[in-house]
């Protein structure tokens, strides 16, 4: 099988290397490993330099054409009109494309591959619509677009193999022609620590709450600067630790000096992977309060630390941390403080918690999954 692989990432150039700035491109790098050939598809920043993820050298990388973002049409259209043309030639070298959406260039390549009688995955890591009206709240035109696009890539689904990050998705793409429900988890098996590890974390000193996540909106950053004011106020043990990036941080920042407990928190920008599983084994508790979420790998991630989790409920949460983790309501800081207290003050609490969090992870290591997209990808079942 030679594969040809598009989502709607931006990649840097090094000398001969290629860099994709978030970590899924490692899942990809899996799943794509043993493949007859893997080409993958993507905006090629024009200023040189490294990211975070390098991409390895049996990988054809297509470039397309650059453009800032789509709020930015002047750029974007005549971009996106380039991409198709480049697309087109990469579709001589491959048999299968894999196009990951829903985005609008996601749609024309689909149409590009169905010309060339190339075989068409779908994939979908995230409920648009919930996520344009969480980013752009008020903005009815952005509302309009997401629900179109997801409306076409549903309609698409039913002629082709679609493959959902979470049952909340799988639900929405239920009458897909093929689906793969997926879990993206970069953890491997020797990354699951043993009980000892839980056993060893200790409670009696300084509580560090881990955040690990991009700082925008539908991330709702800001009520962790209500939730670690709240309890600092209680003990001052209490410290935020937040890994991620984005355009939120400074707004985050000022949040946490207006509640007068900016010393309190500690930014670490963006950690990658490899260095990501040390602060987890190095944090008391992980904060997720998302307003909306396909299946954050984050959680995985944290399970395999067993570090005890408090997630809101939202999109595919329930179902992959049910019984794992704490779950709140979005937005709601005062529950986020009791089910923080309930993890710290329970020593059984956090036990049962991380021991079946352990267990839930080790069917979802990055192994096991990209396994099942590769089986997936050659017909077998789901």
């Known amino acids: 099988m030679r594969v040809l692989v598009y989502t709607d990432y931006k990649y840097r150039t090094d000398g001969d290397r290629v860099y994709a700035e978030k970590a899924f491109a490692t899942f990809l790098v899996r799943v794509l490993e043993g493949m007859d050939g893997a080409v993958v598809a993507g905006r090629l920043n024009p200023e040189r330099g490294r990211s975070h993820y390098p991409l390895p050298p049996w990988i054809e990388f297509v470039p397309l054409p650059w453009y800032p973002a789509l709020s930015r049409p002047s750029a974007a259209i005549p971009a996106m009109a380039r991409s198709l043309r480049h697309f087109w030639r990469a579709l001589d070298r491959v048999d299968t494309a894999w196009l990951l959406g829903p985005y609008l260039l996601s749609i024309g390549f689909a149409l590009l591959a169905a010309i060339r009688r190339r075989r068409i995955l779908l994939g979908v890591r995230q409920d648009l619509p919930t996520y344009v009206r ?189 019984g794992c983790a704490e779950l709140i309501p979005p937005g709601d800081a005062d529950a986020a403080v009791k089910a923080v207290l309930r993890v710290v003050r329970q020593p059984e609490l956090r036990k049962r918690l991380t021991d079946a969090a352990a267990e839930r992870v080790r069917d979802r290591t990055v192994e096991a999954e990209a396994a099942r997209v590769r089986t997936f990808m050659d017909g077998g079942p789901p």
């Open 134 to 322: 969480a980013r752009h709240p008020g903005r009815r035109l952005f509302h309009a677009a997401g629900d179109l696009l997801d409306l076409i890539y549903r309609l698409m689904a039913r002629r082709a193999a679609t493959i959902v990050v979470g049952p909340h998705l799988a639900e929405r793409y239920r009458h897909a022609d093929r689906l793969l429900t997926l879990t993206v988890s970069l953890v491997r098996e020797a990354d699951i620590a043993p009980p000892q590890a839980a056993e060893r974390r200790r409670y009696d000193g300084e509580i560090r709450i881990l955040s690990v996540g991009r700082l925008e909106q539908e991330k709702n950053p800001l009520l962790l600067a209500d939730v670690i004011s709240r309890l600092h106020a209680q003990n001052e043990r209490f410290r935020l630790v937040i890994c991620g990036e984005g355009p939120l941080r400074e707004a985050l920042a000022e949040r946490l000096r207006d509640l007068g407990v900016a010393g309190a928190a500690e930014f670490r920008g963006y950690v990658p992977w490899e260095d990501l599983m040390d602060v987890y084994r190095g944090s008391h508790v992980l904060l997720h309060v998302s307003w909306t979420e396909g299946l954050p790998q984050v959680l995985y991630e944290a399970f395999a630390a067993r570090v005890p989790t408090v997630a809101t409920a939202v999109g595919g949460v329930p179902a992959a941390a049910e």
